[in-house]
């Protein structure tokens, strides 16, 4: 079981991209799925999340920039991301809790650079 990010890239501010992450392997449900991020020095930090039943959490600061969507069919969760600020520059990290025959697990994918500059 393993999780592939896809889609990051430089982008000028106030410019978009849209990530995805696609799970893939022997997995029997998916759980709550998120994205993170994290710069040089700091912590991993809390993007979104939705859980399971679709309910959606965003940190305030990116949530009217940032759409988290799940296609259920392709086992893959999205990342939209409008006006985006020089400030977003980091390396975006998907999330997943998966339920494989071994049971309920936390599973990361590689991580995505995205880089906000002019």
């Known amino acids: 079981v393993q999780l592939q990010a896809s889609g990051g890239g430089l982008v000028q501010p106030e410019g978009s991209l849209r990530l995805s992450c696609a799970a893939s392997?022997?997995?029997?449900?998916?759980?709550?799925m998120a994205w993170y991020r994290q710069v040089p020095g700091k912590q991993r930090e809390l993007v979104t999340v939705?859980?399971?039943?679709?309910?959606?959490n965003y940190v305030d600061s990116m949530k009217s920039r940032f759409t988290i969507s799940v296609d259920n069919g392709k086992n893959t969760v999205a990342l939209q991301m409008n006006s985006l600020k020089p400030e977003d520059t980091a390396v975006y990290y998907c999330?997943?809790?998966?339920?494989?025959?071994?049971?309920?697990?936390?599973?990361w994918g590689q991580g995505t650079q995205v880089t906000v500059s002019s």
């Open positions: 999330n997943a809790n998966l339920r494989t025959s071994g049971g309920w697990r936390s599973y």
């Open positions: 939705v859980s399971g039943g679709g309910n959606t």
């Open positions: 392997g022997s997995i029997l449900s998916i759980g709550a």
